[in-house]
């Protein structure tokens, strides 16, 4: 079965920081382009960052570049999204997303609120 778990999101003040976590299971995680994504109330879901298979490659939305850094640990099935100097406007909810030419795999989300 397959299964992208997110994990750490919270409410944290406008300038602080979080790290989220997707762990995968039921696929060969080191085939998959890892990516994630955040949805605010009333907005689209958009792209946030992405990786490739093994890390080498990252990109970034212009919103958040220099914030927030996207990595993967292929041996713990696991990517990361850290993310600094968080502003009111990052709130959202937060998904991973595993893609290959094959198949495309969503994560359920973690809610990120900032707030003072």
């Known amino acids: 079965q397959v299964q992208l778990v997110e994990s750490g999101g919270d409410l944290v003040r406008p300038g602080g920081s979080l790290r989220l976590s997707c762990k995968a299971s039921?696929?060969?995680?080191?085939?998959?382009?890892m990516s994630w994504w955040r949805q605010a109330p009333g907005k689209e879901r958009e792209l946030v960052a992405s990786?490739?298979?093994?890390?080498?490659?990252?990109t970034y939305a212009d919103s958040v570049r220099g914030r927030f850094a996207i990595s993967r640990d292929n041996a713990k099935n696991t990517v990361y999204l850290q993310m600094d100097s968080l502003k009111p406007e990052d709130t959202a909810i937060y998904y991973c997303?595993?893609?290959?030419?094959?198949?495309?795999?969503w994560g359920q989300g973690t809610q990120v609120t900032v707030s003072s």
């Open positions: 039921g696929f060969i995680f080191s085939d998959y382009a």
């Open positions: 990786t490739n298979r093994f890390g080498g490659s990252t």
């Open positions: 997303k595993a893609i290959n030419h094959l198949s495309t795999y």
